[in-house]
């Protein structure tokens, strides 16, 4: 059995209603928030989440604050952005930044579903200690220079 992922969804109410029964439908447990102050108050007692997915345009900031409220809280969360327009700029903006993907209008069930489980894979594994994400290569390497 999988890992259950926990999502953060930062995105106005009346803009969240299809892609939240898409979660859902993916079995991804979600915690909904409308804005960038909520999401603070939430990421500062839900340690769960893996994964923040936002709106790219929000009532109090965008996603470069939801990015910032990510790094003050130290969480080993990805950031994903929702637009409702594919654009090449801001993708290219949002890798810079640090967040993990984009995910474009009309939602895709099946791209979702991969994007928010690479993130939440990544939030894991940055989430170990150094010590044990060392690769299988890294380990070998040790064990034959020891030989």
Known sequence: MEPKITVMLIMARERRL?????????AIDVLPVCDCNEARRMLETQLQVQVVLTDRLLPDGDWRVVLEIVAQAGANVQVVVCSRLGDHTLLIDVLEQGAYDVLVEPYQREEIRRVLEAAAARSYIRSLPLAQSTSHKTKAAHAASAA
């Open 18 to 26: 299809a892609l939240l029964e898409t979660l859902e439908s993916c």
